[in-house]
């Protein structure tokens, strides 16, 4: 089996295991995930979904949130972590999006990384979820799981997307991604995978190794 197979294997594994595939965030508009993304920075998804209804109760637009006062921002968010930060590059991006592109959200790789705070994980679920285009979001359950699928060898974010994207059909990388935040959370976990309980053992590098009685590395 070459890579690509057995990546495209694992993928239709996921695909029984998780038959939806969504986004943990919630959001009503792409600005709007934008900015979840920058809140969920070192931070869960359930705490910025908390967060985010009493920011854009707060301040209900786009232009709201560009003129906001970076202080007022950071009290709301301080919950998620890095509040001062985080609040700063909120502002800057709100107002990036109305200075330089109308106040859409660019649905270009280079576009979305000139913005404040973003990076390519941001810009890669942007890319996905917002336009449908492939995407490849390397998050820390991303990195984890797919080495040890065999799937990458490096714990470097760029490194393990630019191995998927060689392996992964991209068609299906996006929600392949969301599958795996799944996966990491319900079997696939940090701590103890429960790989008895996952429907891609037999092509799991670490799942063939603990089946066969090694203890892997
Ligand atoms: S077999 Fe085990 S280690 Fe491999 S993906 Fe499944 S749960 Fe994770």
Redo the contacts with the bound molecule.
């Keep these: 089996m070459t890579k690509s197979e057995k990546a495209a294997a ?1 993928v239709a594994a996921l695909e029984e295991q998780y038959p939806e595939a969504v986004c943990s965030l919630n959001y009503a508009e792409p600005y709007r995930l934008l900015i979840a993304v920058r809140l969920a920075a070192q931070c869960t998804d359930e705490r910025v979904n908390k967060t985010t209804p009493i920011l854009f109760a707060r301040y209900a637009t786009l232009s709201e949130l560009a003129k906001a006062d970076a202080e007022e921002v950071a009290q709301i968010v301080r919950p998620c972590g890095l509040g001062n930060t985080k609040a700063r590059d909120i502002v800057a991006m709100c107002g990036e999006l109305i200075g330089r592109f109308e106040g859409r959200v660019p649905d270009t790789m280079g576009e979305l990384l000139s913005l404040t705070g973003v990076g390519r994980k941001t810009a890669n679920l942007i890319l996905g979820d917002v336009y449908g285009k492939p995407a490849v979001v390397c998050d820390t359950h991303c990195i984890r ?1 797919t080495n ?2 065999g799937l990458a060898s490096s714990k470097n974010p760029d490194a393990v997307e630019r191995s998927l994207r060689e392996v992964l059909p991209m068609d299906k990388a996006n929600d392949f991604c969301h599958r795996l935040v799944l ?1 990491g959370r319900a ?2 976990r940090a701590r103890s ?3 008895r ?5 037999s ?6 190794k ?1 089946d066969a009685g090694v203890t ?1 590395k």
Excluded at 203 to 208: F, M, S
């Design positions: 694992i799981i040890l699928m996966h079997v696939c995978p429960a790989c309980e996952c429907r891609a053992v092509l799991c590098d670490y799942g063939r603990r892997p």
